[in-house]
């Protein structure tokens, strides 16, 4: 437990020192739902967006934190002194997952209150099951971080397929907010991303509505976190 | 004397290009060894295999009775031993006096840790991120965070490479220390004249194989 508390402390200090992760994690989704709030005039549109910006923000903490310090640290063969003491991979990826949901969860309040203070978005928040949801996607995403740092080897190729999976979901999920004529084809293929399923349960979470597949998306979730975990576990490599 | 380490038989080799053939080799507790050999001859990978870092295609290797295996033993290896090898860093970001609590927390380091910072001079650059550290106080501070974790054999990867002849001599100056400690020291280097002065035994890589020189 020491361990990981002065892990995660020095990994809370690097991140303020280089603050541009955190800033894109906590910024670049708030652009997104404010824009889209002040270009579809109001409300409604908060709430189609909403739910998106929640799971970019947490995606981005996974998907451009997690993946790229993972790949970072390897490079510069930090990883490769923490591999030669008694630290396991996943004590060095705990502290990392802490750091980066801090800053998430202060990304997830922002965008709440612009919603509810910018927009006069009347919630009907499911605390309990948004609190579950924020917890269940969080791992989820980090869980799909780890796997993609494990398998992939520079930090040149794990920025551009972090980036190319980020983006490939952000507009899966957010062009076809609102528009009825989306083709199946598109529906299918966006309901197989990570981002969707987030998008889903946050929908549900944010407005107290019955969601019919939450139990097959936490079914979805558990089968892919368990598979990034053992895939990554098998593939991490401190060098 | 207790042997704590003991090579035998170990080939490894890289795409098939063999580099160390059919090595042996016995480390004996409180002695300091030196490994000499040319660039590229070996000597990293020889000390690689024995921390368990990289795999070997034969041989064994035993600490302290057990026999260790590549990828698996890890705890076990650095309870035992530390090490500085070469190119390792630290988070760029971090203060020397973050990156010494950091590593005794890692390391169980017990005690406290000035008198490390006061024997290898760092006590000036404690505010000093890692970035902002010359080479040679960054090798100095690598060697302390490997000393915080507080084992019983220590290897040095080239400890001298790059570095003034000022942060040498206190690195050569905390070696003998920690040889009066009855520390079991492990100094790799491409130059002899650089390590002998230190040494109780030199061994050789040469052509894939050890020499033993006095």
Not at chain 1, 85 to 90: A, Q
Request: glycine content about 4%; charged content about 20%; some cysteine.
């Amino acid at each position: 437990m020491k361990k990981i508390i002065a892990l995660t402390r020095n990994e809370f200090l690097v991140f303020l020192r280089e603050p541009m992760a955190g800033v894109f994690i906590i910024l670049f989704p708030i652009i997104i739902l404010v824009s889209s709030g002040i270009m579809n005039n109001g409300s409604d549109a908060i709430l189609n967006i909403l739910p998106v910006s929640i799971g970019l923000t947490i995606l981005a903490a996974a998907l451009l934190g997690i993946t790229m310090n993972l790949a970072i640290y390897r490079e510069n063969k930090v990883l490769k002194r923490f591999q030669m003491t008694k630290l396991s991979s996943r004590t060095i990826l705990f502290a990392e997952f802490n750091v980066l949901y801090l800053f998430s969860i202060i990304g997830i309040i922002c965008e709440i209150i612009i919603a509810i203070f910018l927009f006069r978005t009347k919630l009907r928040l499911n605390i309990e099951f948004f609190v579950l949801d924020i917890i269940i996607c969080s791992i989820y995403f980090w869980s799909m971080g780890f796997f993609i740092s494990a398998i992939i080897p520079t930090v040149k190729s794990v920025h551009a397929i972090s980036s190319l999976l980020f983006t490939i979901m952000m507009i899966f999920n957010i062009t076809p907010l609102g528009n009825d004529t989306v083709s199946v084809v598109v529906k299918m293929v966006s309901n197989i991303l990570p981002l969707t399923h987030a998008k889903f349960l946050f929908d549900a979470d944010l407005m107290s509505t019955l969601y019919n597949y939450r139990l097959y998306s936490y079914v979805y979730i558990l089968f892919s976190v368990i598979l990034f975990i053992i895939i990554g576990n098998k593939f991490f490599r401190w060098e | 004397m207790e042997t704590i380490i003991s090579v035998s038989g170990l080939t490894k080799a890289y795409n098939n290009n063999v580099v160390l053939d059919n090595v042996s080799l016995s480390l004996k507790r409180g002695k300091v060894y030196g490994i000499i050999g040319k660039n590229g001859s070996g000597k990293s990978t020889l000390i690689q295999c024995v921390l368990g870092l990289i795999p070997w295609e034969k041989g064994t290797i035993s600490m302290f009775g057990k026999e260790i295996k590549y990828n698996v033993d890890r705890k076990y290896i650095f309870s035992y031993c530390s090490a500085v090898l070469q190119d390792v860093n630290l988070p760029k970001k971090l203060k020397v006096s973050e990156c010494l609590k950091l590593f005794s927390v890692l390391g169980e380091y017990k005690g406290n840790y000035n008198s490390i910072v006061e024997m290898l001079e760092l006590k000036e650059q404690l505010n000093k991120k890692y970035e902002e550290l010359s080479y040679g106080q960054k090798q100095k501070l690598l060697l302390a965070t490997a000393l915080l974790q507080k084992a019983q054999i220590l290897f040095l990867d080239e400890p001298t490479n790059g570095i003034d002849e000022n942060s040498r001599n206190q690195i050569f100056q905390f070696i003998k220390q920690l040889k009066k400690e009855n520390m079991t020291i492990v100094i790799i280097s491409h130059r002899k004249e650089d390590i002998s002065c230190l040494c109780d035994e030199v061994v050789e890589i040469d052509n894939k194989k050890l020499t033993f020189n006095a």
